[in-house]
C-alpha cells in the first residue's frame, strides 16, 4: 500500500538509503553516490542521502519499492514470537561504495 501513496512517492521517488554524515566519511561516500548494501541474506544497490536524520552506525532504507532494490531482502521474514510481526526492520548490513 505504501507504494501507491502519492505523498511517499513524491519525497522518495526511487530506492534511497539515509545514512549519518559521519559514517559516509568514514565508509567514502560523499554526496548522492550509490552505494552496495549487503547482509547474509541478501544485496542491493541504491542511491545514498547523507543525513542527520539518521544516527551514526545506523542506516534507513526505504521498502515500498518492489523487486531486487528493496531494502526488505536484505531481512529475514522470521516473525517475532509474541506479536507475530515480521523481523523486516532491522538487521545488520556492510555499505560500501558503488559505481555503476
Avoid at 534511497?16 to 552496495?36: Q, T
Wanted: with cysteine.
Amino acid at each position: 500500500m505504501t507504494r501507491r501513496a502519492k505523498g511517499l512517492n513524491e519525497i522518495y521517488p526511487e530506492t534511497l538509503v539515509e545514512i549519518s554524515p559521519e559514517d559516509a566519511g568514514r565508509i567514502g561516500i560523499n554526496g548522492r553516490k550509490m552505494a552496495r548494501i549487503t547482509s547474509r541474506r541478501g544485496e542491493m544497490i541504491a542511491k545514498v542521502l547523507i543525513t542527520n536524520r539518521v544516527a551514526e552506525g545506523v542506516i534507513f532504507g526505504n521498502f515500498h519499492f518492489p523487486g531486487e532494490q528493496n531494502v526488505n531482502n536484505l531481512t529475514i521474514a522470521a516473525l517475532d514470537p509474541i506479536a507475530k510481526i515480521p523481523e523486516y526492520k532491522v538487521c545488520a548490513v556492510k555499505v560500501e561504495p558503488y559505481e555503476s
